[in-house]
Structure formats: C-alpha cells, structure tokens
C-alpha cells in the first residue's frame, strides 16, 4: 500500500470514529413533542399577527412628489418625479421635470408597491443611454419609502444604478 492511501484510510476512520461516538441517541418521543409544539394554534397565530397588512392601492391613489438618491458611487444628484397612481394596477405613471412621462406596470405583493416601467426609457441621469427602472415602496406613515433599481444600457461596469425614493402625496 502506498503512503497516500494508507493515509486516507486513516482519515476515513477517524471520521466515522468522530461521528459514532458524538452522535446522539434518537429521542423519538422529544421529536415528536417539539413537531406537535411548533405547529399548535398559537404558534401560528403569533406569526400570521407580526405578517405586515397587505396594502391597498385604493390608500395611496394620487399624486406623489417623489425624491431618489443614489445609495453609492460619486453621483449623489436627487432625481425628482411626480408619481401618479391609481386605485388599480392601471394607469401608473412617473413624470419627469423635462416632461418625459413613463408609464408603470404595477404589481402589489403583500405590504409592497412594485412598479417597473413598461418599456426602456432615456436615462434622464445619464445622456445617450437608455435605462429601465423597478422599484419597490411601502406605506410609512403619510409616505412611500423604497428602492429603485436603474439598468442602464450600457456595455461593462456602471450599469446598475440603486436609489432610495421617498414620496410625499401631493394635495
């Protein structure tokens, strides 16, 4: 036998060694106690009551002056928009301040608002280079707060871009 086998034969024992003598005995009946405990009306009833409401556009239909800021790199400029939206998942939009108007798919999933634009779009922060947009928000308080994320049409790195948005209901 050579060295290199005689070693892993070894090593091989030493591990089934290890893992007969740490090995604990198999309690069926605590196993069965911890299942039935863990899935008893109470234990249920505390996670349904920390899940957030779902939300309900009818609650934030209107118009939304919005403020993003990139969350890292050299550009910190705010882009502002006006976001409308409606009491449905139609008829969403964000209004920039040169008049560019981006229609918005929305979908709704739990306490979140997520909007993606429904085609690509000039890039309103970077000249010449297209770009789609998906955001998520969340109503706290009289405000929708989240993050958009900006792919941007362009080859190598710098094509991401992720903004915090936060966005005041306008009257």
């Given at each position: 036998?050579?060295?290199?086998?005689?070693?892993?034969?070894?090593?091989?024992?030493?591990?089934?060694?290890?893992?007969?003598?740490?090995?604990?005995?198999d309690?069926?009946?605590?196993?069965?106690?911890a299942?039935?405990a863990?899935?008893?009306p109470?234990?249920?009833t505390?996670?349904?009551?920390?899940?957030?409401?779902?939300?309900?556009?009818?609650?934030?239909?209107?118009?939304?002056?919005v403020?993003?800021?990139?969350?890292s790199?050299?550009?910190?400029?705010?882009t502002e928009?006006t976001?409308?939206?409606?009491?449905?998942?139609?008829?969403w939009s964000?209004k920039?301040?040169?008049?560019?108007?981006?229609?918005?798919?929305?979908?709704?999933?739990?306490?979140?608002?997520?909007?993606?634009?429904?085609?690509?779009?000039k890039?309103?922060?970077?000249?010449?280079?297209?770009?789609?947009?998906?955001?998520?928000?969340?109503?706290?308080?009289?405000k929708l707060v989240?993050?958009?994320?900006?792919?941007?049409?362009?080859?190598?790195?710098?094509?991401?871009?992720?903004?915090?948005?936060e966005?005041?209901?306008?009257?």
């Amino acid at each position: 036998m050579n060295v290199h086998r005689v070693a892993s034969h070894a090593a091989a024992w030493c591990g089934v060694v290890a893992l007969v003598g740490c090995a604990k005995a198999d309690n069926k009946a605590d196993s069965a106690a911890a299942v039935s405990a863990a899935s008893t009306p109470a234990t249920t009833t505390t996670a349904a009551a920390t899940m957030p409401a779902p939300i309900a556009l009818a609650d934030v239909a209107g118009t939304w002056k919005v403020r993003a800021v990139p969350t890292s790199g050299s550009d910190t400029a705010a882009t502002e928009t006006t976001l409308t939206a409606t009491s449905t998942t139609e008829g969403w939009s964000t209004k920039f301040a040169n008049g560019l108007v981006v229609p918005q798919k929305v979908t709704v999933a739990g306490d979140s608002i997520v909007t993606e634009s429904a085609a690509p779009y000039k890039s309103v922060r970077r000249k010449g280079v297209t770009v789609t947009t998906r955001g998520v928000y969340r109503k706290e308080g009289d405000k929708l707060v989240g993050t958009v994320t900006a792919h941007y049409t362009v080859k190598g790195p710098d094509s991401v871009m992720v903004l915090r948005s936060e966005a005041t209901k306008q009257p």
